[in-house]
T-cell receptor, first 112, second 114 residues
Framework: AQSVTQLDSQVPVFEEAPVELRCNYS??????LFWYVQYPNQGLQLLLK??????LVESINGFEAEFNKSQTSFHLRKPSVHISDTAEYFC??????????FGAGTQVVVTP | DTGVSQNPRHKITKRGQNVTFRCDPI?????LYWYRQTLGQGPEFLTY????????KSRLLSDRFSAERPKGSFSTLEIQRTEQGDSAMYLC????????????FGEGSRLTVL
């Protein structure tokens, strides 16, 4: 079964600064990787996904993540954050078409 | 499409009581998942259904927990003889069979056991 490690529990960042959230997964023959976001008082939402193909995937609101098989990583980045990006971010993985394993989450706090 | 709906949103109960949560998934989704989330942790997988069949249960799911999806639509999660350690947010999610990992979550049911 997959396991997912998020290396930072909280990341404070200033508005318009870049941010990187780190995620490592346990190696598997095949793996599908995801980032979910949970805004305050809302349910979890899918932010972006890697299933196959290009190792760089993007979301509609400017986030991107790169699948790195050799380092078993799927770090999430945004070059310039907004106050509205304040949320908790969860990395998740599955090596089958069944259950999704989540990391412990990274709280991003954006300040002016 | 009204999204995934969970009821009740909050439940406070005394230790030893039974509680039941209901989840109404997105109507065309054939997979339904239950997760549990405690403060500072990511969602922990409990169980999932494909239509009415329960395909996998986590070892976290003790005998006091039971989940059903009788007609392949809504699902219930029952916890018998609740313990303080059961206090958590219980999350339901649904997905389409051909979309691995693309889960649509409800807002959760928060359980507090006194």
């Amino acid at each position: 079964a997959q396991s997912v490690t998020q290396l930072d529990s909280q990341v404070p960042v200033f508005e318009e600064a870049p941010v990187e959230l780190r995620c490592n997964y346990s190696s598997s023959v095949s793996v599908y990787l995801f980032w979910y976001v949970q805004y305050p008082n809302q349910g979890l939402q899918l932010l972006l996904k890697y299933l196959s193909g290009s190792t760089l995937v993007e979301s509609i609101n400017g986030f991107e993540a790169e699948f790195n098989k050799s380092q078993t990583s799927f770090h999430l980045r945004k070059p310039s954050v907004h106050i509205s990006d304040t949320a908790e971010y969860f990395c998740a993985a599955t090596d089958s078409w069944g259950k999704l394993q989540f990391g412990a989450g990274t709280q991003v706090v954006v300040t002016p | 499409d009204t999204g995934v709906s969970q009821n009740p949103r909050h439940k406070i109960t005394k230790r030893g009581q039974n509680v039941t949560f209901r989840c109404d998934p997105i109507s065309e989704h054939n997979r339904l998942y239950w997760y549990r989330q405690t403060l500072g942790q990511g969602p922990e997988f409990l169980t999932y259904f494909q239509n009415e069949a329960q395909l996998e249960k986590s070892r976290l799911l003790s005998d006091r927990f039971s989940a059903e999806r009788p007609k392949g639509s809504f699902s219930t999660l029952e916890i018998q003889r609740t313990e303080q350690g059961d206090s958590a947010m219980y999350l339901c999610a649904s997905s389409l069979l051909g979309s691995p990992g693309e889960l649509f979550f409800g807002e959760g049911s928060r359980l507090t056991v006194l």
